[in-house]
């Protein structure tokens, strides 16, 4: 199984790197790396996560306040929106 980023998702995981980068450094190689084992998590259980509607999923990222919007298409993981969670819960929905 693989995955590709909406492009709106990539965009916003590149300013949440570039927001962390800049309050320490270092801290956005960990914030990548947590949204990298969280999406290999997807990857081994992509049917485990909570269902938001219809097929989209969310699963929570560790130790940073980020989750993964997702559904799967055939062998891929589609990921909608790497999401902060202290923002609008619907905001992802016109990227379907």
């Known amino acids: 199984m693989r995955f590709v980023f909406h492009p709106d ?3 916003e995981f590149n300013k949440a790197i570039d927001y ?16 990298y084992l969280t999406i290999q998590r997807i990857l ?3 049917k485990a ?3 938001l509607e219809d097929d989209i999923r969310r699963c929570l990222c ?5 989750g993964i919007i997702y ?5 891929t993981i ?6 902060e969670l202290h923002q609008d819960p619907n ?4 990227r379907v």
Do not use: H, T
Request: charge should be negative; avoid cysteine; hydrophobic fraction near 40%.
């Open 9 to 11: 998702a990539e965009e």
């Open 20 to 35: 962390y980068e800049e309050l320490q450094n270092g801290l956005s190689a960990r914030f990548a790396n947590e949204v």
């Open 44 to 46: 081994s259980f992509p």
């Open 49 to 51: 996560w909570s269902i």
């Open 62 to 66: 560790n130790k940073f306040p980020f």
């Open 71 to 75: 559904y799967q298409q055939d062998q």
């Open 78 to 83: 589609v990921i909608l929106a790497v999401m």
């Open 91 to 94: 905001y992802w929905k016109s």
